[in-house]
């Protein structure tokens, strides 16, 4: 089988606007939540957010063409820019691939909701002032799989371009379909872009009806507060992550930067409420993603530290402490764990690729990014957090997971390159 390596990254999000700023002030335990800015807030119970800030979406688009891509879709071009430079497959002079590699050239999209603000505005505009009236851009501007559509163009890539709409775990699932796709020869390289922005009156306020958000107006960067026993829900964010997925080869033959290997993913559906999550599904999505490796190598890896989904929602971050618990065999087992949406919030479909980019960093640079804002932690959430503060340590191999809505998990296995 075909082995699969990561050979570039990228990311916007509320902390960052690229992988060294965001990577630097996630070590550092910095927080990028405040009162939205987006919109007008005073008539919502929930006016904190993760909010992406000095973002011009001109650096990456023509003015003319501003109009007819969602915000979503312009944070996803703005980091996929930087992933595919940092794989050294296109440069500043030349922003598409080589002609001789664009049909194998594969892009898989992930978002979980889309052009939601997009959607909200022609949906007024129609109510209000009738459907002559909605834009032409409105549909291509808000699909999911335009995202793919926009990137694909601007790259040049010609291989397959999937999308996944599996809310929270969309690009965490955009990941192990980037390794199919490479493992059963469809492609050679494949960019993965997860990208969100959900923060408007219909995201924040449909978030909030639900009582999923977190109501810490007065104090927004302690409100994301993940195995917290104050947690209340969680905080929303945005932003995009980008993950230049290649074939092993190929990518020793072009001489790339290899920052780490996929060796193991797994995925499984709960079958059992909309919304609200247990601990079986993530269980067996981790499962399987220790089996894959186990298959493939002849024995289980040993995690060094795994990223978790951890929302800060009263319930999730319970069951996710017991889903690990039981993979492990008990507490003391257990890797080091932390969650980073205390400092982003949480980016629902682009959340699985910009944590697995702080992952990788964890992978190359050795050290664990803290878990902000534990000031009590939760004795239903017993385990090694790396609370507040972030902590050096060897690693070898880790762990990425993401569970979403609909009862649909996945999770990720790095490890360091070894030839």
Known sequence: MKRVVITGLGTINAIGNNVESSFKAVIAGDCGIDKITLFNVDEFPVKIAGEVKNFDPTEVMEKKEVKKADRFIQLGLHASYEAMMDSGLITNDNKKVDSLIADSFAIVSA??????????????????????????????????????????????????????????????????????????????????????????????GGFAAMKALSTNNDNPKKASRPFDVNRDGFVMGEGAGVLVVEELEGAKKRGAKIYAEIIGFGESGDANHITAPVVDGPLRAMKAALKMVKNISGELPKIDYINAHGTSTPVGDKNETTAIKELFDGAENCPPISSTKGQIGHCLGAAGAIEAIFAIKALNEGIIPPTINIEEQDPLCDLDYVA????????????????????????????????
Not at 126 to 148: A, E, Q, W, Y
């Open 111 to 204: 978002s979980g909701i889309g052009g939601l603000g997009t959607i909200q505005k022609n949906s007024v505009v129609c109510d209000k002032r009738g459907p002559r009236k909605i834009s032409p851009f409105f549909i291509p501007s808000s699909l999911v799989n335009m995202l793919g559509g926009f990137v694909s163009i601007a790259h040049g890539l010609k291989g397959p371009s999937l999308s996944c709409v599996t809310a929270c775990a969309a690009s965490t699932h955009a990941l192990a379909e980037a390794a199919k796709l490479i493992m059963l020869d469809t492609a050679s390289k494949v960019l993965v872009v997860g990208a969100e922005s959900a923060i408007c009156e219909a995201g924040v």
């Open 388 to 419: 507040n503060k972030a902590r050096k340590k060897e690693l070898n191999t880790v762990m990425s997971n993401n569970f979403g809505f609909g009862g649909t998990n996945g999770s990720i296995i790095f490890t360091k390159y070894k030839d």
